[in-house]
């Protein structure tokens, strides 16, 4: 079965500078999806961003982008010149390519935001 | 605009009885999810569907059940609330391929 670790229950970061969150998975497939989604205090569940597998290039939304290693199964987060509004939870989250839809999730880390 | 609601948002209920969690989409996805959402453990799937009549089970799926008689809906049945599933519920939705959308959450209390 897929599992999705991440190791930082919690982190914290001054309002400007940049943050990595990090997140490994554990898969016998080839091709898959990896996300990582944002939960506010709203509890609302956000998607970031998303990578497929078998592209190459990582991929970037606005300040958010990503570290895919696929051999290494780890798919980190870097959040550049992060806001107040960027503290929240966030989910790491597997999905096979193909057949099952089901997502498997990371426990989250909550990311803290200094002014 | 297309979207997903669960109702209620919040419920407080006693350990036995009965509980249904409603989760209605407009967005004409095929699939649908519930997770729930417990401190320590992420995000994990009780039960989802692909379609209508289609319901399949998921990693935390004892004492859940679900019924597809339509696309917009999948109603999450507690038969008897224990005090174990005391826990934020999350529905969601999607086309095959595509990403997850996901409902504003139930914050279930079994006292």
């Known amino acids: 079965a897929q599992t999705v670790t991440q190791s930082q229950p919690e982190m914290s970061v001054q309002e400007a500078e940049t943050v990595t969150l990090s997140c490994t998975y554990d898969?016998?497939?080839?091709?898959?999806?990896l996300f990582w989604y944002k939960q506010p205090p709203s509890r609302q569940m956000i998607l970031v961003i998303r990578?497929?597998?078998?592209?190459?290039q990582n991929a970037t939304e606005n300040r958010f982008s990503v570290n895919f290693q696929k051999a290494a199964k780890s798919f980190s987060l870097k959040i550049s010149d992060s806001q107040l509004g960027d503290a929240a939870m966030y989910f790491c989250?597997?999905?096979?390519?193909?057949?099952?839809?089901?997502?498997?999730f990371g426990k989250g880390t909550k990311l803290t935001v200094n002014p | 605009d297309a979207e997903i609601t669960q109702s209620p948002r919040h419920k407080i209920t006693e350990t036995g009885r009965q509980v249904t969690l409603a989760c209605h989409q407009t967005?004409?996805?095929?699939?649908m999810f519930w997770y729930r959402q417990d401190l320590g453990h992420g995000l994990r799937l009780i039960h989802y569907?692909?379609?209508?009549?289609?319901?399949n089970k998921g990693e935390v799926s004892d004492g859940y059940s679900v019924s597809r008689s339509n696309t917009e809906d999948l109603p999450l049945t507690l038969e008897s609330a224990a005090s174990s599933q005391t826990s934020v519920y999350f529905c969601?939705?999607?086309?095959?391929?595509?990403?997850?959308?996901f409902g504003p959450g139930t914050r279930l209390t079994v006292l």
């Open positions: 990578q497929e597998a078998y592209k190459q």
């Open positions: 989250a597997y999905r096979r390519q193909g057949g099952s839809e089901k997502l498997v």
């Open positions: 967005w004409n996805h095929n699939n």
């Open positions: 569907s692909y379609g209508v009549q289609d319901t």
């Open positions: 969601a939705s999607s086309h095959r391929g595509d990403e997850q959308f």
């Open positions: 898969t016998s497939e080839s091709d898959y999806y």
